[in-house]
């Protein structure tokens, strides 16, 4: 039985359905992220499971128990929310001790959690600073400090990461994700950032329009996407209309004047997706023009200009000589690197 | 640069720098002339003027004495007015702020629409005129004839008219409602900078609603409080309009001794010296106040 569930949870805001049909059940100790365009109703399921909204439809349960007959204050979740709302009255280490208070914790006990919580942040030796008086990478760590302190059987993260630059940004993902690991607190994490998405969790949930479109492994999401949404959302792509011809022997897959053997059970046209990176300079395959060649040091960016529309080339700077602007190329990529959608089933 | 360049622009007439701060003077003298005009020299004229004599029959006296501030701390008669003045005032204050940092919460609280109707109706009295908001609770509690007193007579609840008209509590009364509104927006506006998040994560830690106020929201809003509290102090001590018609001639303010002393006594000296004394109280302890709060909430609040 999983840790956490959630089945067929909706939520209705009169007419406007925000959040439809989510179903997902998370192992103890995982880490997962809800992630998707703004309006994509991640954020209304994280407030669903912490108890700030009820869903219209379904249910939440935690090991078992149904947690929306739950009162949020005893629900024990651990939340980090965008903006940390610490409480700018109280110093960090009052900040970090507050839930440890509600549970009644004896003084001596309260204040060795506190230290401990803090110094695992990093933040020993700032225990007396007020919120104000700290760096957002520092109130950052505070909240989570107050959050993992009170030992939550759920952490929620509601875009933790996205008032940080990119530097500290980096830097608290990787801290994250260590910390998560030797606690083996579950996790969900609520992000518009694919990358961190990718870099941070076990699995992914993509949402688009209140709907789940591909639940996976990072890797999974990103080699494989489920839909349209997904390939698009999730890193660069390139789509690229193609047929299926089975009127031939054998029957062939062919986008412009690239071509391969079909895959089996489709027919007629069909789009294929490529990512930028697995496209190859060949003698053979699309014919492109590069309109613009760009160097970002260890890589290569091309965009060209094909018989099937634009499309972008990612290429390892490994010291090969590369093509220049306006040259023309012939693209190619093998079967394996890329993912098909529509079409119709053949006989 | 160098330090010999340095020298020899220090030196040159007129520098950059005084040619600044002379522009400066000539962009604030009009501001500065009306200020001097209509605030400084009338309240310096008070000042001298409670200095001066006046006699039932000689007028007012140009000459230094000391009389009139001497009649004032001696007479027990003043030293009633002028602590009637901060009673009312500090009632007034505390009305305030038990009645309307509760009123600015749940305002703040509201949705949208309710949002600005309730705030209309809030902020609506200070479109109406202080004489006629007072004259209409001595409609409401004035006597034997007042509405409210004559249906609760009629009803058997009281035997007598629920005494109003020249009573401190019906000062108050009247003064904490024209009041209401300073504290409700200044304690709205401190409410305007508190997260809205801070609640729910105070509630996922455990916290009931009562703590949440309690621990989280009140100390967030107490400079709200306060500083609106310096508000209807500063202005309940002053206020005329209120205690002139409630109050009458029988219950006296410092501000409407002051009034009587110019208007009817025609003592102009010792009603200065009352206005003066009123003035330098309340500057006193309004500065006194914030100093105090911006000390406790400095670390806090910067």
């Avoid at chain 1, 998370?26 to 992220?33: H, L, P, Q, T």
């Avoid at chain 1, 929310?81 to 001790?97: D, G, I, R, W």
């Avoid at chain 1, 952490?155 to 801290?175: F, V």
């Avoid at chain 2, 304690?187 to 509630?203: G, M, S």
Wanted: charged share 15%; glycine share 8%; net charge neutral.
């Amino acid at each position: 039985m999983s840790f956490l569930e959630l089945d067929r949870v909706g939520k209705q805001f009169g007419p406007q359905t925000v959040v439809d049909d989510f179903t997902l059940a998370v192992g103890k100790g995982e880490f997962i992220s809800f992630l998707g365009p703004s309006g994509c109703g991640k954020t209304t399921t994280l407030q669903m499971i912490a108890g700030f909204l009820d869903p219209s439809r379904g249910s939440i349960r935690l090991e078992g128990h149904d947690l929306t007959a739950v009162q949020p204050a005893k629900r024990g979740l651990g939340i980090v929310f965008q903006s940390y709302a610490l409480f700018p009255h109280m110093t960090a280490a009052e900040n970090v001790s507050f839930g440890l208070e509600m549970r009644r914790m004896p003084r001596a006990e309260r204040d060795e959690r506190v230290r401990a919580a803090l110094a695992m942040v990093g933040l020993t030796g700032y225990e007396e600073r007020y919120p104000r008086r700290m760096s957002g990478g520092q109130q950052q760590r505070v909240a989570l400090a107050r959050a993992l302190v009170i030992r939550p059987s759920v952490l929620l993260l509601d875009e933790p990461l996205s008032n940080l630059d990119a530097k500290l940004r980096e830097e608290m993902q990787i801290e994250l994700r260590q910390i998560q690991r030797n606690l083996g607190t579950t996790t969900i994490l609520v992000t518009h950032d694919q990358i961190e998405a990718m870099s941070l969790s076990d699995r992914i949930v993509v949402m688009s329009q209140g709907r789940i479109e591909q639940i996976g492994t990072p890797q999974e999401t990103y080699e494989r996407p489920a839909s349209a949404f997904v390939s698009q959302f999730l890193g660069k792509t390139n789509d690229f209309a193609a047929t299926v011809d089975r009127t031939v022997a054998p029957a062939r897959l062919a986008a412009g004047s690239w071509s391969a053997p079909a895959p089996a059970g489709v027919v007629g046209p069909v789009t294929i997706s490529v990512r930028p990176e697995r496209i190859g300079f060949g003698d053979t395959g699309l014919a492109a023009k590069i309109v613009t060649r760009i160097f970002q040091g260890n890589h290569w960016l091309f965009q060209c200009e094909t018989e099937c529309g634009p499309a972008i080339v990612i290429r390892q700077n490994d010291g090969t000589p590369q093509p220049a602007e306006g040259e023309t190329v012939r693209l190619a990529w093998r079967p394996e690197d890329m993912s098909l959608r529509g079409g119709e089933a053949s006989a | 640069m160098s330090a010999a360049v340095d020298t020899a622009a220090a030196n040159a007439v007129p520098t950059a720098d005084t040619r600044d701060a002379r522009a400066a003077w000539v962009l604030i003298a009009p501001a500065l002339m009306l200020f001097v005009g209509v605030l400084v020299i009338p309240l310096a004229m008070t000042v001298m003027l409670s200095f001066h004599d006046w006699g039932q029959y000689k007028g007012i006296a140009p000459v230094f004495i000391l009389k009139n501030w001497h009649e004032i701390a001696t007479d027990p008669y003043y030293a009633e007015m002028f602590w009637r003045t901060f009673r009312i005032a500090l009632l007034t204050t505390l009305i305030t702020a038990v009645f309307g940092a509760p009123e600015a919460y749940i305002l703040n609280r509201m949705s949208g629409r309710w949002k600005s109707f309730f705030l209309l109706v809030i902020l609506g009295p200070l479109l109406i005129s202080v004489v006629a908001r007072t004259l209409g609770w001595a409609l409401l509690f004035g006597g034997n004839n007042g509405l409210v007193n004559k249906l609760l007579m009629s009803l058997g609840l009281i035997g007598k008219p629920l005494p109003f008209m020249f009573t401190e509590t019906g000062m108050v009364v009247a003064l904490a409602h024209v009041m209401m509104p300073f504290m409700v927006l200044s304690v709205w506006a401190a409410l305007q900078r508190v997260d809205p998040q801070i609640e729910n994560a105070a509630l996922s830690l455990g916290a009931s609603s009562l703590t949440i106020i309690r621990r989280i929201v009140l100390p967030q809003i107490m400079p709200g409080v306060l500083s609106g509290a310096i508000i209807v102090f500063s202005l309940s001590a002053s206020a005329f309009a209120t205690p002139a018609i409630i109050g009458g001639r029988r219950l006296k303010v410092a501000a409407t001794l002051a009034y009587d002393e110019f208007l009817n006594t025609l003592n102009w000296p010792l009603g200065a010296a009352v206005a003066v004394l009123l003035l330098v109280a309340l500057v006193l302890i309004v500065v006194g106040s914030n100093a105090l709060i911006e000390r406790r909430y400095a670390e806090v609040f910067r």
